[in-house]
T-cell receptor, first 111, second 117 residues
Framework: SQQGEEDPQALSIQEGENATMNCSYK?????LQWYRQNSGRGLVHLIL?????REKHSGRLRVTLDTSKKSSSLLITASRAADTASYFCAPDRWGAQKLVFGQGTRLTINP | DAGVIQSPRHEVTEMGQEVTLRCKPI?????LFWYRQTMMRGLELLIY????????DSGMPEDRFSAKMPNASFSTLKIQPSEPRDSAVYFCASSLTRTGGNNSPLHFGNGTRLTVT
């Protein structure tokens, strides 16, 4: 299966805390992408990490990738209410045209 | 950049009626994807096009579903006849070419919420 599996399914934290979401996958990849979906909206691309990278930062986002364990994690630091959303990982195989998504992690930031 | 534009945003129809969902991809993007999202099944890929040609329609659930891309700036997803179990949010996404190892990210529209009664 090409899709990733996000863990946990749901996460609820207080504003200001850090949120960590994990993704496991089964195929060899060229890169792995993370997307966010706010309620009632489409997915928005957040960050892409290539298979030869171990860590990548973008603002308050930090993504790690361990290809030996076929896993990735997304860390959101100093969470805000606006970070409340579902987060999806998408393992991207070399030469794959399609992108398949799992069920996502539903993140709730409590004020 | 107007993003991916989908219409209508909401569609309510009766069982047996024909439904047509529309999508305008981002100009210059030549890959287009149709997804369906439900609570039970998550986000399912229905079909995708590259340079207006359908590449993989293995996710289309039944013959009642059909998709076309007559030109680079327009695609439709049609359900005929519609059934209550087709109720879902349908997303269109586009990207730069994803062939030849070029794994470009996807840009999603805000979806069409379809309710079939």
């Amino acid at each position: 299966s090409q899709q990733g599996e996000e863990d946990p399914q749901a996460l609820s934290i207080q504003e200001g805390e850090n949120a960590t979401m994990n993704c496991s996958y089964k195929t060899s990849i060229n890169n792995l992408q993370w997307y966010r979906q706010n309620s009632g909206r489409g997915l928005v691309h957040l960050i892409l990490i290539r298979s030869n990278e171990r860590e990548k930062h973008s603002g308050r986002l930090r993504v790690t990738l361990d290809t030996s364990k076929k896993s990735s994690s997304l860390l959101i630091t100093a969470s805000r209410a606006a970070d409340t959303a579902s987060y999806f990982c998408a393992p991207d195989r070399w030469g794959a045209q399609k992108l398949v998504f799992g069920q996502g992690t539903r993140l709730t930031i409590n004020p | 950049d107007a993003g991916v534009i989908q219409s209508p945003r909401h569609e309510v129809t009766e069982m047996g009626q024909e439904v047509t969902l529309r999508c305008k991809p981002i100009s210059g993007h030549n890959s287009l994807f149709w997804y369906r999202q439900t609570m039970m099944r998550g986000l399912e890929l229905l079909i995708y096009f590259n340079n207006n040609v359908p590449i993989d329609d293995s996710g289309m659930p039944e013959d009642r579903f059909s998709a076309k891309m007559p030109n680079a700036s327009f695609s439709t997803l049609k359900i005929q006849p519609s059934e209550p179990r087709d109720s879902a949010v349908y997303f269109c996404a586009s990207s730069l070419t994803r062939t030849g190892g070029n794994n470009s990210p996807l840009h999603f529209g805000n979806g069409t919420r379809l309710t079939v009664t």
